[in-house]
Antibody, heavy 120, light 106 residues
């Protein structure tokens, strides 16, 4: 069974940093692109960014709203995905989901999400 | 960026109804269109990918169609568990974008 479990959310002040993790199991993690998606309270889904697999040089893509502030990384030896978030803004407050990208690049498995609150 | 506009944003329906949700893209996205269902407090779940292919385990009352810039999600006979919010998503280019969502309520 595919499982994705996020952790690391919490309350942080504007300008602060936070690192989210996503522990993957039940599939060959190293084969897959992985994504982060967020959802502000009461709002819709917003794609945050993607990391490709080793075969594609672990290259990354980011939404403009987080580019330069957020960094996605992965450790295939630990089946782990991370999202380093720096210079956080109040508008970054959201539930953050990690998601597995399928062979057709849609998101076929999601974690349960972790809440990040940016507030003074 | 490719914008996705869903209509309607809110839909009230009854068990047994047939409902259709439309997703319009600001430019052609070929077949790189997926649909997700999200229930309150839960993560989204993939329903349909590549416009019309049902994800494993998804009931056959769900179907997707369309091409180019206009796509539809149809639920042939609403069941109580189908009342949720639905999102379309384009995957042809970056940034990956979602529609604003359609909230389906009883």
């Amino acid at each position: 069974e595919v499982q994705l479990v996020e952790s690391g959310g919490g309350l942080v002040q504007p300008g602060g940093s936070l690192r989210l993790s996503c522990a993957a199991s039940g599939f060959t993690f190293s084969d897959h692109y992985m994504d982060w998606v967020r959802q502000a309270p009461g709002k819709g889904l917003e794609w945050v960014g993607r990391t490709r697999n080793k075969a594609n040089s672990y290259s990354t893509e980011y939404a403009a709203s987080v580019n330069g502030r957020f960094t996605i990384s992965r450790d295939d030896s630990k089946n782990s995905l991370s999202l380093q978030m720096n210079t956080l803004k109040t508008e970054d407050t959201a539930v953050y989901y990690c998601a597995r990208s399928s062979s057709t690049r849609d998101f076929d498995s999601w974690g349960q999400g972790t809440l990040v609150t940016v507030s003074s | 960026d490719i914008q996705l506009t869903q209509s309607p944003s809110f839909l009230s329906a009854s068990v047994g109804d047939r409902v259709t949700i439309t997703c319009r893209a600001s430019q052609g996205i070929s077949s790189y269109l997926a649909w997700y269902q999200q229930k309150p407090g839960k993560a989204p779940e993939l329903l349909i990918y590549a416009v019309s292919t049902l994800q494993s385990g998804v009931p056959s009352r769900f179907s997707g169609s369309g091409s180019g810039t206009e796509f539809t999600l149809t639920i042939s006979s609403l069941q109580p568990e189908d009342f949720a919010t639905y999102y379309c998503q384009q995957l042809i280019g970056y940034p990956i974008t979602f529609g604003q969502g359609t909230r389906l309520e009883i």
